[in-house]
């Protein structure tokens, strides 16, 4: 009798996990304010192709973003330095410290992208695995570490970067790749709040990257599974 109740209560709970399921595919929100079509905007097009070139889609952020052309241009200007290929500092690093910064703030949506960014740029699969674990993993170097705890006091609010640890930086990075890096790290600053605030949907290829490499430590689409 005792196997029979036991029986009977998975199946009850795999009923109600299933249903579940099924209404989070039935029922998914729209955009609080829908991307539009590439196209809509035809001055965007360069803007748009250095995403795709960058990214290898456009992403929904700016898609939002063109119902203002003008802030597309400047967004992407700045974007263009921040990912200048003749930087001084690797840009799939700078991909990570984008990443530390964005999990600070909270956004699964830059979080996702980042990941996959980060893999776009060259950074090995194992090393994105162990990017929570930087201060102990033997994957990142000393300068890697001080730079990825620089982002996680930077992007922290209050902001938590002291003395130390800018002494710290000095002791690693030039002047130059410390300037690199604090822009990564507003950058995302902006992109953080912009998609948390227009709860963006993610498109499939950050989706992919941040299930298999950020649901074991507690990522989630979360509102950005949009319709």
């Not at 889609?57 to 802030?71: E, G, T, Y």
């Not at 330095?81 to 003749?86: C, H, T």
């Not at 990075?173 to 709860?199: K, P």
């Amino acid at each position: 009798m005792e196997s029979v109740i036991i029986c009977a209560k998975y199946d009850e709970s795999r009923r109600d996990h299933v249903e579940e399921k099924v209404m989070e595919q039935k029922v998914r929100p729209t955009p609080r304010l829908a991307p539009l079509p590439v196209g809509h905007a035809p001055e965007l097009a360069e803007n748009f192709e250095f995403s795709r070139k960058s990214l290898g889609f456009v992403p929904n952020s700016m898609l939002i973003m063109q119902r203002k052309p003008k802030l597309v241009k400047a967004f992407s200007q700045l974007s263009q330095a921040i990912w200048d290929p003749n930087g001084e500092v690797d840009r799939g690093f700078k991909r990570l410290v984008g990443h530390v910064a964005s999990r600070a703030a909270g956004c699964a949506y830059c979080m996702a992208h980042t990941a996959e960014g980060s893999l776009h740029y060259g950074i090995e699969e194992r090393k994105l695995a162990a990017v929570w674990e930087f201060r102990t993993s033997p994957l990142f170097s000393e300068a890697e570490r001080v730079a990825l705890e620089f982002a996680l006091a930077a992007a922290s609010v209050p902001n938590g970067v002291t003395d130390e640890m800018f002494s710290e930086m000095r002791r690693h990075w030039s002047e130059s790749e410390i300037v690199e890096i604090t822009a990564v790290v507003a950058y995302f600053g902006f992109l953080n709040r912009w998609n948390d605030t227009m709860g963006t949907p993610l498109e499939p290829e950050p989706i992919a990257a941040g299930e298999k490499y950020l649901a074991a430590h507690g990522w989630k689409v979360g509102k950005h599974a949009r319709a």
